[in-house]
């Protein structure tokens, strides 16, 4: 108070520090985590399932499980004809995933000669975890894919210099190659077989060391480009020559045009053609700025297109994080009338106005540390911030509740607001610092992903809170000083005068609860039977709320995945996509849809998995005007399209925060037998499916497809120079063509595939065998059926491994608004009732499982932080009892808690158990400054009863309005119903206003109970 004007002028840098952070500061829509996944992919060309399995999955399964860092419990295969993929997922003992992905691509090195010959380079996808800030896609109906390669190139080069912008990837990509059709019946005249051809075109076009000379000078490089430039070259290469002189060229035997090869997978925007240009930001930039300047360089670049081409953004992280701190400030506003609402009800407008002006002071001086310190602002940090909205004004009440009293005691303003700080500023340090290690115990209880992603939360709650009572010791002081004047019984006149009945409110609320409090006192059997019954009740209501740990995200998009039946072709995906989209294209509530055909979106959420690509897959992101409209669309489109196309599947996703797992419940069943899995799966699916809310179960086992199985005979082949190596040669460039060599064209390598032209239209299974082909031997042109058998047989499509066993999961989705916890105890009925085959095993997982999982993390934190509040209680009372009594009132709020989750149709999530701990501290905060008084009045002589009853007349002001301007502070977190938050502000919401009761009116009498002996 004596140094007041270096006060202020400290408070006035620190919040104009705050103001200037607050623009500034690092923004991200999620907190930077680890995501500890990658994919390792096998290819083994014209393996079958089960061939792959044998000789490539197990091996490198057993390798893979071999390291330490593994986690065996997550990572997994899926193998299908051909290739395999491994999900790989790393404990968290493994703190440095790129080293270890690093490390791990030199062992596959070495580990490929382990592998049979056919098999090829084994492939480490790192970046499957990494997530896109901005999705763009450059669309046209009229130009080729590569001229808007082009364009993407150029869009690449305007981006790349931007400092902000790290790791820029395309998607969607059709890449032209020069087909290369070689008549058939012209190689059979000329007495040539495709491999002379083969070989020819690439030898002739390969590059590689001449050698170099040794000079007195030095070496001298000797350089060979014999790579072909032009279709030209190709047709012109030689392939015989005959005792004439005669050449025989490539443009004899056919003809070389370029094309586009029927796609494996590709990408459109609302129908169009499009290209996918991924951008990822900088770690420590600012998000909203990276918006601004993409916004910049798409402005520009949008202006030099074609009239054709158009730019749009499927997924915008700096949109969302630039309304997300729109929607903070608004709040702050919002919850600081609020509180100068609630204190308006009791005490004039000037007293409320100090009291509220603490709330911005403390918000950005907290915004202000935290940037110095290196934080950013994002949805963890701006909702720890709107939580202690209400909080931070706490301090600042009591201080200035304590400086009226004084006042109407006849001191001094300068001595009573003095001592109105000083005397209370240990209850204030003790009930402050309760409530601000609450967070800090589940940073070392839950897994490091979710500690990684809340890990900013304490540390924000921490600041603001310590920064609310700086404020409340050193600047209220001086402001109620210079604002406030008159004490309490002043504003009890001048309501009296105002209020027709003579009485005024203070005196009307303090009439109220002092008769509430003597009937308390005056029954202290059916105060200690509502608390009993107020203890009990919560167990049973808690197993009766929907439980699910990670809720939904509030965005302005979703995605719908389309799954036919493994061995679909991609022309049987592309059928089924447009038809789905051209049906809710037209709908006015959907602004966009990207398709993702044969392939699957990058990571544009964090907590959204990349799905695994294949012919028969499909997906689109569908963008929407608001998360609402989402929500709409989510839950018709369920309903209606689920399985609008008969054998496919459509599975119409809400995004959420849940990054262990994609479906609600699943059940695994294990076992070496892959045909009984597959049998016995069948059987429960049928059971499943009965079982209401439970939208669909399917199996992640493919079904049995069709092939042909092709073996050579020895001697009958040999005869005619056919081995198995060349006739594989021949039936590829046959049915689907060869890549031989390249052409270089601009510095792009442009693929050349040959191909054998037969005869017109589609080729029989049974016709396959009558085919000719030629061996080494000149002339010698035979039916594949003379050198070689052809069986039908049946493959199972895909086959899943995990921890080294064939494992079957029924993956079940359900309806719209349901969670695990409403089907669960049915399916696990179920499975209890079944008779297990033998040699099968089962085991649930799922969001259920990964829940039951992350419990005990979530008690032990809770635990941990009640302790630790237990131990300031002891710490400021030095009575065990005391402390005991005080922690013990906490319990009484929850059952308001979760009647307020209950009655918004929540369920209980971990923000939920965020909540009750945070209630806890609250409580706590009120019991220090009701018993506080309580045990000074007994020090001065008053009984027991006197004491209790004295206390709660006198503290149950400061306790109504410190609770009141809490619960209001989290309305706007109410009313907007945010997903990850709500659960905690409707926990504390009710919470508080339940305690407010108890301590007030119960906890006296409990107190009076305890101590009437002492």
Request: charged share 20%; glycine share 6%; net charge negative.
């Amino acid at each position: 108070m004596h140094h007041y004007k270096i006060v202020l002028l400290l408070f006035a840098f620190l919040v104009g520090l705050g103001i200037f952070a607050l623009p500034n500061m690092p923004k991200k829509e999620y907190p930077d985590f680890t995501i500890r996944n990658a994919l390792v992919l096998g290819i083994y060309p014209g393996a079958s399932s089960e061939q792959v399995e044998e000789q490539l999955t197990v091996p490198l399964e057993d390798l893979l499980l071999s390291y330490k860092g593994v986690d065996r419990n997550k990572t997994y295969s899926l193998t299908r004809d051909g290739l395999v993929y491994f999900i790989l997922d790393l404990d968290e003992s493994e703190d440095s995933p790129r080293n270890f992905y690093a490390n791990l691509r030199m062992d596959l090195e070495e580990f490929k000669v382990n592998l049979p010959s056919g098999v090829l380079p084994l492939m480490v996808l790192s970046e499957f975890g990494e997530t896109s800030a901005i999705l763009i896609t450059l669309e046209s109906e009229s130009l080729s894919y590569k001229s808007l390669e082009d364009l993407l190139a150029t869009l690449e080069g305007k981006l790349r210099p931007l400092s902000i912008v790290t790791n820029i990837k395309s998607y969607g990509h059709q890449k032209e190659q020069a087909n290369l059709y070689l008549d058939k019946e012209k190689m059979a005249a000329y007495a040539i077989n495709a491999q002379q051809v083969m070989t020819q075109l690439y030898s002739g076009g390969l590059v590689t060391s001449a050698g170099s000379l040794h000079s007195t000078d030095g070496f001298i490089p000797i350089h060979m480009n014999n790579s072909f430039e032009s279709e030209l070259e190709i047709l012109e290469q030689p392939i015989y020559f005959d005792e004439s002189g005669n050449v025989l060229r490539v443009r004899d035997l056919g003809y070389i045009v370029r094309e586009y090869p029927e796609p494996m997978s590709y990408i459109t925007n609302n129908g169009r053609k499009c290209l996918l240009l991924s951008v990822e930001m900088t770690s420590g930039y600012n998000m909203v700025e990276l918006g601004k300047e993409v916004d910049k360089v798409l402005k520009e670049f949008q202006e030099e297109l074609p009239p054709d081409v158009h730019i749009f953004r499927i997924s915008d992280q700096p949109h969302v994080v630039s309304d997300s701190v729109y929607s903070f400030l608004r709040d702050m506003l919002i919850s600081i009338l609020s509180v100068i609402a609630v204190m308006i009800i009791m005490l004039p407008m000037r007293v409320a106005s100090v009291a509220a002006t603490s709330i911005p002071i403390t918000i950005f001086i907290s915004i202000g540390i935290m940037y110095v310190f290196g934080f950013e602002i994002n949805t963890v940090t701006l909702a720890s911030l709107l939580v202690v909205l209400g909080m931070v004004v706490d301090d600042s009440i009591v201080v200035i509740d304590n400086y009226l009293n004084y006042l109407d005691h006849g001191m001094s303003r300068w001595k009573a607001s003095i001592t109105a700080a000083n005397s209370y500023f240990r209850s204030i340090f003790s009930a402050t610092m309760a409530i601000s290690i609450t967070f800090f115990p589940f940073l070392f209880t839950l897994p490091e992903v979710f500690v990684e992603f809340m890990f900013m939360a304490p540390w924000a709650i921490f600041i603001s809170l310590m920064v609310s009572m700086g404020v409340a010791m050193l600047y209220i002081p001086y402001f109620q000083y210079f604002t406030i004047r008159k004490g309490i019984q002043h504003v009890v006149e001048k309501q009296r005068k105002k209020s027709k009945r003579g009485i005024s409110v203070l005196e009307l609320f303090g009439v109220f609860y002092e008769k509430t409090l003597q009937k308390a006192f005056a029954h202290p059997t059916i105060v200690v039977i509502v608390i009993i019954l107020f203890l009990i009740l919560p167990f049973f209501v808690y197993q009766k709320l929907p439980k699910r740990l990670m809720p939904m995200a509030d965005r302005n998009q979703f995605v719908i995945e389309i799954y036919l039946p493994y061995g679909s072709s991609l022309k049987e995906t592309e059928c089924i996509a447009d038809s789905l989209r051209m049906m809710i294209q037209d709908d006015e509530r959907i602004h966009a849809i990207t398709s993702f055909i044969g392939t699957s979106a990058p990571r544009f959420q964090a907590s959204y998995t990349p799905q695994i690509p294949g012919p028969h897959f499909a997906q689109f992101i569908v963008n929407t005007p608001s998360y609402r409209i989402t929500e709409e669309l989510v839950k018709e489109f369920q309903q209606q399209y689920k399985y609008y196309f008969p054998g496919t599947y459509v599975r119409v996703r809400q995004l959420d925060y849940s990054m262990l797992t994609d479906n609600e419940v699943e059940v695994r069943l294990i076992g070496e037998n892959k045909e009984a899995l597959m049998l016995f799966a069948d059987s429960l699916q049928h059971e499943f499916v009965k079982i209401p809310y439970i939208a669909s179960v399917r199996s992640d086992f493919g079904g049995y497809q069709y092939g042909m199985n092709l073996q050579t005979d020895p001697v009958s082949s040999s005869r005619v120079g056919i081995n198995p190596g060349l006739l594989s040669l021949h039936m590829a460039s046959r049915f689907s063509g060869i890549p031989v060599t390249s052409i270089i064209e601009g510095g792009q390598s442009i693929p050349v595939v040959v191909h054998i032209e037969g005869q017109e239209g589609t080729i029989t299974a049974e016709e396959v065998g009558n085919e000719y082909f030629h061996g080494v031997i000149p002339g010698a042109a035979v039916p594949l059926r003379q050198v070689a058998t052809l069986e039908p047989e049946w493959n199972i499509s895909q086959i899943v491994r995990r921890n080294g066993y064939p494992t079957l999961t029924l993956m079940m989705d359900l309806d719209y608004g349901k969670i695990s916890t409403d089907v669960f105890h049915k399916v696990k009925a179920v499975m209890d009732n079944t008779t297990m085959p033998e040699g099968i095993r089962y085991e649930y997982a799922g969001t259920y499982k990964a829940d039951k999982t992350m419990m005990p993390g979530i008690i032990k934190g809770v635990v941990t932080a009640v302790l630790l509040i237990f131990l300031i209680l002891l710490f400021h009372f030095k009575k065990v009892s005391l402390a005991a009594l005080v922690l013990g009132s906490t319990a009484l709020s929850i059952l308001g808690a979760l009647f307020g989750t209950w009655l918004l149709n929540l369920p209980i999530s971990l923000t939920t158990y965020l909540g009750i701990v945070t209630l806890v501290g609250l409580v706590v905060r009120n019991g220090i400054i009701m018993f506080d008084y309580a045990e000074l009045l007994r020090g001065q002589g008053y009984s027991v009863k006197e004491a209790s009853f004295m206390a709660g007349c006198r503290r149950i002001r400061p306790i109504f309005q410190t609770s009141s301007s809490t619960a209001v502070a989290v309305i706007p977190m109410l009313i907007t119903k945010d997903s990850l938050w709500a659960p905690m502000a409707a926990t504390i919401f009710f919470g508080v206003f339940t305690s407010m009761f108890f301590v007030s009116v119960f906890m006296p009498v409990i107190y009076w109970i305890v101590y009437r002996k002492k």
